[in-house]
Each structure stands twice: as C-alpha cells, then as structure tokens.
C-alpha cells in the first residue's frame, strides 16, 4: 500500500505554515517599520543640528538681544515689553538672581550680528526661520523636519548690567512624514549659548 498524509495531518501542516509566515511578515514588517522612523528622526536632528549650529555662531558673536530698553531707537523689531508692540506681549519675564537683569522666554529673537546686521530667528509653518535686515523669513531646517514649538530664554541682555547675554534655545522636533508613529515622536533640543561681550551699542557709556 502506497502511505500518504491524512486530511488532518494536511490541515495542521498548511495551519502551523500560516502561522510561521505571518510571524515572520510581521516582524520583517515592524523592523522595516522601525528602520524607515530611525532613518527619518536621524535626519530630522542631524538638520537640526545644523541649524542650531547657525544659530550659535551669530549669537555668540551677536549683540543688542531683545528685551533691551535701549533697543527701541535701534530697532523698532526687537521684542520690547510695549503695548503698542504685538511681537512683545507674547514674551514672558521670571526673576533671577539679580533683579537688574531678569530672564525673558520670547517666541523668537531679534540681535545683530557681528557684521551689524539684524537678525530674527523664529518659528513659522513648522520650521526654523532667518530673517536679515528686515528681509523675508526663510526657512533653515530642511522639508524632512518639523518644529513643534520653538522658545528662547534670555538673561543678561540689559544694557549697563555688566552680565554676557546669555540665550537659551529650547524646541522640539519631529520627522516631517506621513506616518503617525514618526510624525508623533517628537524629541526636545536645549542648548544655551553666551555671547562673548556684554550686551551695549558699541561706543556708548555702557561698553
């Protein structure tokens, strides 16, 4: 007699193959899943990064940092407390440790750079923007990243308080894509940098 497979014997087979293959799918599927968010929020930071390393170099250099009572008749952009200024309402203020000189949390920053010219850096569509000298904003993040919110802290900005200005850049970051697992992790940057002179118009009594 010629020996076979019974029907049971078949059905059990083809029932454990099925289940080895869709676990097998499923975890190839995550780990492809996976890779594609790992690959997406390194690129997201390294852009980032780049950015915040823009940033740095202007505000290390920089001087006349907003908050500054003496800035108005230099700038009517930078964010004085003013009631006539809707850019500096949305700042807000906390004590420090010298009453002269408190720390402000600003939604963006206005400075000039080292060669004299005015900078913004602020947030808008989901991205990091420059604007110099009153220009248009552009964007210095990429299209692959997206800026959840964007916040500055500022101490030592006065003019005549004898303190280095010292800003603290503060946002959070997501990949910009379609999947929600990647869109919805977001991860937070913080990084501080102190300009290397005390804040004051150059060739004025407080410098």
Request: with cysteine; charged share 15%; net charge negative.
């Amino acid at each position: 007699m010629k020996k076979g497979f019974t029907l049971v014997e078949m059905l059990v087979t083809v029932s454990l193959f099925a289940i080895i293959i869709t676990i097998a799918v499923g975890g190839f599927t995550n780990a492809e899943r996976t890779q594609r968010q790992v690959s997406s929020l390194v690129s997201a930071q390294s852009n980032v990064s780049l950015a915040l390393e823009q940033m740095s170099r202007d505000i290390r250099t920089g001087y006349l940092f907003c908050h500054d009572p003496g800035v108005s008749q230099y700038s009517s952009r930078c964010n004085d407390i003013d009631t006539a200024d809707p850019v500096g309402t949305t700042c807000t203020v906390a004590s420090s440790s010298d009453p002269n000189s408190p720390i402000w949390t600003c939604p963006s920053l206005d400075f000039y750079d080292a060669n004299g010219n005015e900078i913004n850096y602020s947030w808008a569509d989901g991205a990091l923007t420059e604007s110099v000298n009153s220009s248009t904003p552009q964007s210095i993040t990429g299209d692959t990243v997206l800026v959840k919110y964007l916040k500055f802290q500022l101490f030592g900005q006065t003019e005549g308080d004898h303190w280095p200005p010292r800003i603290t850049i503060s946002l959070g970051v997501a990949a910009s894509s379609t999947d929600p697992a990647v869109e919805n992790d977001v991860f937070n940057l913080e990084t501080t940098v102190s300009a290397r002179t005390i804040d004051c118009v150059p060739g004025t009594t407080q410098c």
